[in-house]
Each structure stands twice: as C-alpha cells, then as structure tokens.
T-cell receptor, first 113, second 113 residues
C-alpha cells in the first residue's frame, strides 16, 4: 500500500518570505513523488516530480522540492512567496511499475501581503 | 493540444437520476484516471482505465458506479440512481509514460438535489 501525509491543513506566510509545505510518504519500493497545485474551481496543475537522481528538483513558478529518503519526506519549498501562490497544494506518490497515484489531503497555502 | 477535456463542467441531477461524466484524454495519452474530490477529504482514487480495459477499480463503490474507456470516444463515468452523497467534484486525468505526472481536466461538479 502507498500513502501520503500532509500534516498541515493550512500554511500562512508573509509575501517575500520563504515557504515550506510538508509531505511525508509511505511506499513499498522506490517512490515517484509529485506536487500539484489547485486554484479555486480548477483542476490540478503539475508542479514538479522526483523519479531518480538529484534529491533537489526544480519545478514551475520557482518551486522546488527536496527528496529525503531517510525521512521519507518530499517537502515543497520556494525562496520568496508571492500572493499569487495562494492555493491548495497536493503531494502525491506512486510506486514504479504501478500507475495509480495516491494524493495527500492537500495543504492550503495563504500568502499574506 | 487541448489538454484533458471534461464535460459538463457543472451537472445537476435529482435523486434517483443517472449522471454521465465525460473525459477526453490528452492527445497521445493512453491512461485515464478518475478521482473524486470532497471538501476536507482531498482527492480519492476511483478507477484507472486504458482503452477498452479497466485496470484498477479498487476505488469505485461496488454499486451504482461504472466506468468505461471505449476504443473510440471519451471515457465515461456513470453514476446510476444518484444520491445526495454523490455530490462532489469529479476529476479526470491522463498520462502517457509511467514516470510522467498526470494532466488533469477542469473537473465536473455534480450536485444532487
């Protein structure tokens, strides 16, 4: 079985400050890890993924995420938050060789002007 | 490339009626997934299909729900005899290769009255 935990329902950060949205996972096997963003009344948009290789992956809109195998974490980060980053963020995991992706419950990011 | 197309965007059904949700995957994508989103519950996997085959339906309720992805035409998620608890946003996603992220449609918001 595979699962994802996003321990924070909401994260508040001041504009211009760095942000972190946390994610931990549990899988049997090597994980493929993803971050998606959802704006109100829209579908999810792909931000970035980790498959293999460098533990720090860079994605869209200045976001990056760090894969930490020992802590089974894949936290999303951005050096300087924008008000337009306010949205719902989902972490997701799949195991290689199996197509189904399991999503976390989502974390609402609020960037305060 | 039009991306993943879902229709209708909004669907209102009375209790006991049937709901049909359509999804045309991104051009070239052969894998289709349906997810249901409820407030405070995140995205729940329902079913994974390839052309003319159901690969994984472990998230589908045993009764009233069915899905297909015919050789020609869109994927269909069918809910028979809808109840108020079926009210949710239903998202379709597609992918090509295993290591790719999903591309999501904008969703169908079903309201049962």
């Amino acid at each position: 079985a595979q699962s994802v935990a996003q321990p924070e329902d909401q994260v508040n950060v001041a504009e211009g400050n760095p942000l972190t949205v946390k994610c931990t996972y549990s899988v049997s096997g090597n994980p493929y890890l993803f971050w998606y963003v959802q704006y109100p009344n829209r579908g999810l948009q792909f931000l970035l993924k980790y498959i293999t290789g460098d533990n720090l992956v860079k994605g869209s809109y200045g976001f990056e995420a760090e894969f930490n195998k020992s802590q089974t974490s894949f936290h999303l980060k951005k050096p300087s938050a924008l008000v337009s980053d306010s949205a719902l963020y989902f972490c997701a995991v799949r195991v290689g060789g199996y197509q189904k992706v399991t999503f976390g419950i989502g974390t609402k990011l609020q960037v305060i002007p | 490339n039009a991306g993943v197309m879902q229709n209708p965007r909004h669907l209102v059904r009375r209790r006991g009626q049937e709901a049909r949700l359509r999804c045309s995957p991104m051009k070239g994508h052969s894998h289709v997934y349906w997810y249901r989103q409820l407030p405070e519950e995140g995205l729940k996997f329902m079913v994974y299909l390839q052309k003319e085959n159901i690969i994984d339906e472990s998230g589908m309720p045993k009764e009233r729900f069915s899905a297909e992805f015919p050789k020609e035409g869109p994927s269909i998620l069918r809910i028979q005899q809808v109840v108020r608890g079926d009210s949710a946003a239903y998202f379709c996603a597609s992918s090509d290769r295993e290591e790719d992220g999903y591309t999501f449609g904008s969703g169908t918001r079903l309201t049962v009255v």
